[in-house]
């Protein structure tokens, strides 16, 4: 009886440990945490065209939609839309800023055209 017990706790111990280091690994956290910090970051299952990124930058949060299409040598992601989730949350960003994200999305994905949705694509034009 006592060896079971013993084997429990370190059963429980051993998934305490694992479950923490995959909250400390997990990459929907880590975006959160960013968002919070209105720092930078990019999530994206870059193997499952299907799936919509996220970026954070600047304390706003954006989405991005991906197309696949051919390249010369490939199938590949050719077309790519980004939208924020909060229009309010733009203001004081720059043209500059969303170049940045641009080269961000860019180095992800270099056959991707990049297209922004309203208002941004009308900085963008201007």
Known sequence: MVLLIRILIIALIIYLFYAGIRYLTDAKRKLD??????????????KNIRKNFFITFKGAMFEGEKYLGTTP???????????????????GMTKEDFLFLESEVKSYYPFAEVNWKNPIEQLMKG
């Not at 590949?76 to 309010?88: A, C, G, L, P, Y």
């Open 73 to 91: 040598d490939s199938f590949d992601v050719v077309s790519i839309f980004i939208w924020v989730k909060n229009e309010s949350k733009l203001q």
């Open 33 to 46: 945490d960013a968002y919070e910090k209105e720092q930078y970051y990019f999530y994206d299952d870059v």
